[in-house]
T-cell receptor, first 112, second 114 residues
Framework: GQQVMQIPQYQHVQEGEDFTTYCNSS?????IQWYKQRPGGHPVFLIQ?????EVKKQKRLTFQFGEAKKNSSLHITATQTTDVGTYFC????????????FGSGTQLTVLP | DTGVSQNPRHKITKRGQNVTFRCDPI?????LYWYRQTLGQGPEFLTY????????KSRLLSDRFSAERPKGSFSTLEIQRTEQGDSAMYLC????????????FGPGTRLLVL
């Protein structure tokens, strides 16, 4: 079945440092979505990328979708304590666009 | 608050008991999803409805699990004869069918089976 992997599993950074998480799918994706889950919270949609090589920015967050549409990255510039949480990528299941397959997430800790 | 709501937020039960969770989606959303999330993992898809029709079910959904959305609005997820392995966070999400639709998640129901 389709697998979505994320690295690293954990990342600790000093406030102000940059952070990147990587997502790799075993199959080509029609789109990739990113979610953030705060400790004790629920996943919150951040963005969706659809086109090969697409890059989108949201303030300090930069999202990329690979040329082969099998990988993606999320980069945060100058982290803040409010960035703490787990970042998940998710892609539609090849057999069904309604089923999202989530990666295992990257848990970000920002030290003040 | 017009977000997705779920009840109860926490449930502790003994092995073998039945439990039922409720999800109220965002009112204009016609799609509703159930996911399960265990510690340190991403959400796993269980099933989804378009209006009142249950269109897809994951292989993860054993015959002890049943979901309904009788009037195309709220949904219930029932687990019969609970097992300790059912302990998890059960998340509901809703969306409005369309191009590049976004799934909005509820706060979840945390189930602990003793």
């Amino acid at each position: 079945g389709q697998q979505v992997m994320q690295i690293p599993q954990y990342q600790h950074v000093q406030e102000g440092e940059d952070f990147t998480t990587y997502c790799n799918s075993s199959t080509t994706l029609s789109n990739i979505q990113w979610y953030k889950q705060r400790p004790g919270g629920h996943p919150v949609f951040l963005i969706q990328l659809v086109k090969s090589g697409e890059v989108k920015k949201q303030k300090r967050l930069t999202f990329q979708f690979g040329e082969a549409k099998k990988n993606s990255s999320l980069h945060i510039t100058a982290t803040q304590t409010t960035d703490v949480g787990t970042y998940f990528c998710a892609g539609p299941n090849r057999g069904s666009a309604r089923q999202l397959t989530f990666g295992s997430g990257t848990q970000l800790t920002v030290l003040p | 608050d017009t977000g997705v709501s779920q009840n109860p937020r926490h449930k502790i039960t003994k092995r073998g008991q039945n439990v039922t969770f409720r999800c109220d989606p965002i009112s204009e959303h016609n799609r509703l999803y159930w996911y399960r999330q265990t510690l340190g993992q991403g959400p796993e898809f269980l099933t989804y409805f378009q209006n009142e029709a249950q269109l897809e079910k994951s292989r993860l959904l054993s015959d002890r699990f049943s979901a309904e959305r009788p009037k195309g609005s709220f949904s219930t997820l029932e687990i019969q004869r609970t097992e300790q392995g059912d302990s998890a966070m059960y998340l509901c999400a809703s969306s409005f069918a369309g191009h590049q639709e976004t799934q909005y998640f509820g706060p979840g129901t945390r189930l602990l089976v003793l």
